[in-house]
Structure formats: structure tokens, C-alpha cells
């Protein structure tokens, strides 16, 4: 299986930034050109690009296709994007205004009947799920909602099941006691599901530090690796990352 490393760009109000923990009273900026940030990328050797619309994370409403745009026109990048995405036709517009592959995140915990079905439409190298997900007091993964304050009943071992064998490929999942902090992956985490559904292309999210946890999820059987605050801040070097 090929390991690909996705440098990630999170925007709100046109700026770079990262939340902690997914917590937006806790945003670190890093730029006001996202652009620059794509192009720095892929002058480093990257193929991928993983963009997400914070704005339209929080409030629907994707709001980033005119920079989607320019990244397809001023490098060679293949984007996955998502942010707000709630409806088959938010669907159809990303994929027409350039990306490569949809990211679909709370609605995939809502209402995967709904993503099931533009899986079967638009094919399975056209989404990626993302799913945030932690261990409740005994042990179980659950999948929290609503900016994390509501709890999906379904476990994640159930909804991966339906994914599976609905068709979905591309599986982004997140440990979300480590996103953003730099404490390294959960490779136990991305073990056990790859364990259990061998089928899912699996990209490491949240907590990455360094190439040895890059290396670390590659091993563990992962296809990918997104890498967020580690490459803003210095701490990775992408050309290192890339060469795993």
C-alpha cells in the first residue's frame, strides 16, 4: 500500500491557523496567505494537500472554492477538503471546483445513509470520512458530535462496520485527546482498525511530532498521515516526512 503524507492547512477568516483540540477560543495563527502555504508544500514535494474550512466547520457553508481555485492553478497538488459539507450538492461543487476528494466529518456520523449514497455516486477515491473519536471511561470509542459536546450512540467500531462494507476507502480518524497537543498518535488506536476493517485506507490525524511517528503510523498500517501543527511550527521537516 502506498503511504501518503498530507501537509494540512486549516483556514478561518483567510487565515492559517490551528485549534486545540478543535477548540476555537484556542486558535494559534500562522499566516494570512494560504496560498503561499499550499505553494511552500508542493515546492517541498508534496502531492497532497489537506484543506479544511473551519468557518464552514462551524457555520456550513463551505467558503474556501476560490482559493481551492488558485491551488489547482499555481501547483500540481491533489486536495482532499471539507468543512460544513452537509448536502450531495456541496458534494458535486468542491469536487467540480477542483478537489479531488470531499472530506465529510460530522454529517458522516449523522447520517451515513446520506454519505453511503455519494459514496456509490461519485466513487470511493471521490470521499474521505473523518471521524473524531474518544474512549469513554470504559474503554469504548465513542464519537463525539456538535462541536464535541454530544455523543453519537452509535460506537465507532459500529459505524466503521457499515462504512466497510458500504464501500468507503479513504477513512481519516482523529484521537481527539491528542489533536493539536504534540503528544504523538494514538498507534493503538490505528492497530486495532486496521485490524478490524482492512478494507479502509487509514490516515493518521492528531498529535503528530516527528518523522519516527510518521514511520510509527506507516507501520501500524495506515495509508497516510496528516500533518498539522508539527510542519507550522517547524518541529518536522516535510521533505524528511515525505521520504517515509
Known amino acids: 500500500m502506498r503511504f501518503t503524507v498530507y501537509p494540512a492547512i486549516d483556514v478561518r477568516e483567510g487565515r492559517v491557523v490551528r485549534l486545540r483540540q478543535g477548540d476555537y477560543a484556542e486558535e494559534t495563527r500562522y499566516g494570512d496567505d494560504p496560498l503561499a502555504f499550499a505553494r511552500r508544500y508542493a515546492d517541498a514535494g508534496a502531492t497532497w494537500l489537506h484543506l479544511v474550512d473551519l468557518d464552514a466547520a462551524k457555520a456550513g457553508g463551505y467558503t474556501l472554492r476560490p482559493l481551492l481555485r488558485?491551488?489547482?492553478?499555481?501547483?500540481?497538488?491533489?486536495?482532499?477538503?471539507?468543512?460544513?459539507?452537509?448536502?450531495?450538492?456541496?458534494?458535486?461543487?468542491?469536487?467540480?471546483?477542483?478537489?479531488?476528494?470531499?472530506?465529510?466529518?460530522?454529517?458522516?456520523?449523522?447520517d451515513p445513509a446520506s454519505v453511503l449514497a455519494w459514496i456509490g455516486e461519485f466513487g470511493s477515491e471521490s470521499i474521505t470520512v473523518a471521524l473524531d473519536t474518544r474512549r469513554d471511561t470504559d474503554g469504548v470509542w465513542r464519537l463525539p458530535v456538535h462541536g464535541w459536546t454530544e455523543t453519537a450512540s452509535e460506537t465507532l467500531d459500529d459505524l466503521l462496520r457499515r462504512y466497510a462494507v458500504g464501500g468507503l476507502r479513504h477513512l481519516l480518524c482523529t484521537d481527539i485527546d491528542r489533536d493539536g497537543m504534540l503528544t504523538g498518535p494514538n498507534i493503538a488506536l490505528y492497530r486495532d482498525i486496521r485490524a478490524a476493517h482492512p478494507v479502509l485506507e487509514l490516515?493518521?490525524?492528531?498529535?503528530?511530532?516527528?518523522?519516527?511517528?510518521?514511520?510509527?503510523?506507516?507501520?501500524a498500517g495506515c495509508a497516510g498521515a496528516v500533518l498539522g501543527k508539527a510542519l507550522l511550527e517547524g518541529r518536522l521537516s516535510l521533505p524528511e516526512a515525505l521520504q517515509c
Do not use: E, F, H
Open 70 to 110: 488558485d491551488i489547482a492553478a499555481a501547483t500540481s497538488l491533489q486536495v482532499q477538503t471539507g468543512g460544513g459539507v452537509r448536502t450531495r450538492d456541496d458534494v458535486a461543487a468542491l469536487l467540480d471546483a477542483g478537489a479531488t476528494r470531499v472530506v465529510i466529518g460530522s454529517l458522516a456520523v449523522r
Open 203 to 219: 490516515q493518521a490525524s492528531g498529535g503528530m511530532r516527528d518523522v519516527a511517528d510518521v514511520i510509527d503510523a506507516r507501520n
